[in-house]
């Protein structure tokens, strides 16, 4: 699963069985940064109905990689998310994610008006695809040797 996590909605995508591709699935709403029980609790029946064994958060580091207030957020959103699924999270570099997310939109014909509702799912669709792209890459690096 690929988590998009931001101040009011987290998107979120899943991978298929195989681990090749992601697919993007919803945006989560809060009415506050801080309301995060009703998100966990959907996070965590998207986890069982999908049988996710391992969650990729994304990692909003700045440009120059330094870490901002964002990045303690999320950190203390992975802490909540280990403690409620028991499951690994891993944290993705996460940059420029949400700009690839609006030029797929863009190419893809969707209006200006309507992009919002699906930009963080998306973003979350890259941030997992370029983790499950990541782990093929490295399986066949081990494979080689």
């Given at each position: 699963?690929?988590?998009?996590?931001?101040?009011?909605?987290?998107?979120?995508?899943?991978?298929?069985?195989?681990?090749?591709?992601?697919?993007?699935?919803?945006?989560?709403?809060?009415k506050s940064?801080?309301?995060?029980?009703?998100?966990?609790?959907?996070?965590?029946?998207?986890?069982?109905?999908?049988?996710?064994?391992?969650?990729?958060?994304g990692y909003?580091?700045?440009?120059?990689?330094?870490?901002?207030?964002?990045?303690?957020?999320?950190?203390?959103?992975?802490?909540?998310?280990?403690?409620?699924?028991?499951?690994?999270?891993?944290?993705?570099?996460?940059?420029?994610?949400?700009?690839?997310?609006?030029?797929?939109?863009?190419?893809?014909?969707?209006?200006?008006?309507?992009?919002?509702?699906?930009?963080?799912?998306?973003?979350?669709?890259?941030?997992?695809?370029?983790?499950?792209?990541?782990?093929?890459?490295?399986?066949?690096?081990?494979?080689?040797k």
């Amino acid at each position: 699963m690929g988590l998009d996590y931001g101040s009011v909605t987290v998107g979120v995508a899943i991978s298929d069985s195989m681990l090749l591709t992601a697919q993007p699935v919803e945006v989560i709403k809060r009415k506050s940064e801080n309301k995060l029980r009703q998100t966990l609790a959907r996070i965590e029946e998207l986890v069982a109905e999908n049988e996710v064994g391992r969650i990729v958060l994304g990692y909003p580091k700045n440009m120059n990689n330094s870490e901002g207030e964002r990045v303690h957020c999320t950190e203390e959103f992975m802490e909540k998310l280990i403690a409620r699924t028991g499951l690994e999270v891993v944290l993705w570099d996460e940059r420029l994610s949400t700009v690839s997310a609006m030029d797929v939109l863009k190419e893809g014909g969707v209006r200006r008006e309507n992009r919002k509702s699906y930009v963080d799912k998306i973003a979350a669709s890259l941030i997992l695809q370029g983790y499950l792209d990541s782990i093929r890459e490295h399986k066949e690096d081990i494979n080689v040797k």
